[in-house]
């Protein structure tokens, strides 16, 4: 005779699987609910399970989805790219590693103030974007214009919310600028914002330079963030 299933597993008497993390000594109440959504949230887990370095990874994922900006073949700049899960999902995308046959081989440049572990098919340099000539620098790497330039920066938090959103359209409009000049014609600037979007000059200098321009909060982008991302498509050059 089969044994009834254990309460707490099954049935009406499932219990919610949630983890709860308890505050530990020396822990801020804040870290304690940091890690308690990370060990919860699925971008996780899927991250984890699927070999990426981070669930941001998932971003680019949706936004290209959406876009169809990482085609096979394409070149592509990733700026402030540590910890590296851009670059892996761009590598998979433009075919930077050549395993599909009769497609294009795309190239991936990942730029950051900090060293990153290898990523197979990306290119990866310890460089600061702003310095003079950095855009020289890039397209020598890339032996010509990029086809993306893609950023998901974000500038340390400063607590206050007007001085971060500042600091990240900052961030926004120095990453613009590498883009107008390293992009090729057609070509697609991605890069992180908060709510309300790339805001006044900044948006339209990308309404002036590119087709089109699209501010948008992907699904794996946590709902209680206030980060979207500017999607600008069909550089005008």
Not at 69 to 87: H, I, M, T, Y
Not at 227 to 234: H, I, S
Request: include cysteine; charge should be positive.
């Amino acid at each position: 005779m089969a044994k009834p299933p254990k309460k707490g597993t099954s049935g009406r008497g499932q219990r919610d699987l949630r983890v709860k993390v308890k505050s530990a000594r020396g822990r801020k109440l804040s870290s304690t609910r940091w890690l308690e959504r990370q060990l919860n949230d699925p971008y996780v887990k899927r991250a984890k399970a699927e070999g990426y370095r981070g669930r941001a990874a998932f971003k680019i994922l949706e936004l290209d989805d959406k876009f169809g900006f990482l085609k096979p073949g394409a070149r592509v700049v990733d700026l402030g790219c540590a910890p590296g899960g851009w670059c892996q999902v761009a590598v998979a995308r433009v075919n930077a590693l050549g395993e599909r046959a009769g497609q294009p081989k795309g190239r991936v440049i990942g730029l950051d103030l900090q060293a990153v572990e290898p990523i197979a098919g990306a290119e990866l340099h310890q460089l600061d974007f702003l310095e003079d000539g950095a855009d020289d620098r890039v397209k020598e790497w890339l032996g010509g214009e990029a086809d993306v330039v893609m950023s998901d920066m974000a500038a340390a938090s400063s607590g206050h919310k007007q001085t971060d959103h500042l600091r990240i359209i900052a961030l926004c409009e120095a990453a613009a600028e590498l883009a107008f000049d390293v992009l090729a014609p057609g070509g697609t600037f991605v890069a992180k914002v908060l709510a309300g979007g790339a805001e006044g000059q900044l948006q339209a200098e990308l309404k002036q330079r590119f087709a089109k321009v699209a501010n948008i909060k992907p699904p794996a982008s946590r709902a209680d963030s206030s980060e979207k991302f500017v999607v600008a498509t069909g550089f005008r050059g």
